[in-house]
Nanobody, 128 residues
Framework: QLQLVESGGGLVQAGGSLRLACAASDRTFANYHMAWFRQPPGKEREFVASIWWSGVGPIDYTDSVKGRFTISRDNAKNTMYLQMNSLKPEDTAVYYC????????????????????WGQGTQVTVSA
């Protein structure tokens, strides 16, 4: 099973930027559609963004991050990224990366059960 490790979280002021990374354990990473989810304090885990296995294809975002966040991947490095700009306090959450186990790209229709591998999460805190 693919192992995933997130990094890059931290504390930032509103309007600032962070870049999250998701490092995968092996080259099978390139076979998976991937996604970022987040879990705000006291709330359920929610979809943030997803990307086609090759990185050249569909990319989807939840409405609240469109125009501010950019998902990307480098299959040669077995790594996915989430560039987060113009951060807001409501972006505060634990951010998780996940690998699609179904092989059927669903974009914004993804649910948690579509993913078989998850990272441990990285905390992002945005102060007002």
């Amino acid at each position: 099973q693919l192992q995933l490790v997130e990094s890059g979280g931290g504390l930032v002021q509103a309007g600032g930027s962070l870049r999250l990374a998701c490092a995968a354990s092996d080259r099978t990473f390139a076979n998976y559609h991937m996604a970022w989810f987040r879990q705000p304090p006291g709330k359920e885990r929610e979809f943030v963004a997803s990307i086609w296995w090759s990185g050249v294809g569909p990319i989807d975002y939840t409405d609240s991050v469109k125009g501010r966040f950019t998902i990307s991947r480098d299959n040669a490095k077995n790594t996915m990224y989430l560039q987060m700009n113009s951060l807001k306090p409501e972006d505060t959450a634990v951010y998780y990366c996940a690998a699609d186990r179904s092989g059927l790209y669903k974009g914004r229709n993804y649910s948690l059960r579509d993913f078989g591998s998850w990272g441990q999460g990285t905390q992002v805190t945005v102060s007002a």
